[in-house]
């Protein structure tokens, strides 16, 4: 029905920057909000950010003013832009879109996640 692969996690040190993609696949008639969560070890999954089809934007207290998502609704894809990054970034980050496939009612769908680790 619906993929999403995730891409652009990676190692880097604290204070540095990573651009994660996650793009949409399959029958979409259409996808509504899309976002980020993170889930560190031993932790529950978290929002990160998210944004709807008109760009409005929401963000966890902790990455205001660090990171920032974005999406291209043409490609299906959202971007998260994360500057400034701290160990406590460090989680696996997974991409999450509401859509709605061919055929079907709309659902969420989660992305098979990506590793981010920031290092002191």
């Known amino acids: 029905q619906v993929q999403l692969v995730e891409s652009g996690g990676g190692l880097v040190q604290a204070g540095g920057s990573l651009r994660l993609s996650c793009a949409a696949s399959g029958s979409i008639l259409s996808i509504n909000n899309m976002g980020w969560y993170r889930q560190a070890l031993g932790k529950q999954r978290d929002l990160v950010a998210s944004i709807t089809t008109g760009g409005i934007t929401n963000y966890a207290d902790s990455v205001k003013g660090r990171f920032t998502i974005s999406r291209d609704n043409a490609k299906n894809t959202v971007y998260l832009q994360m500057n400034s990054l701290k160990p406590e970034d460090t989680a696996v980050y997974y991409c999450?879109?509401?859509?709605?496939?061919?055929?079907?009612?709309?659902?969420?769908?989660w992305g098979q996640g990506t590793q981010v680790t920031v290092s002191s």
């Open positions: 999450y879109c509401n859509a709605r496939p061919l055929g079907f009612g709309s659902r969420g769908y």
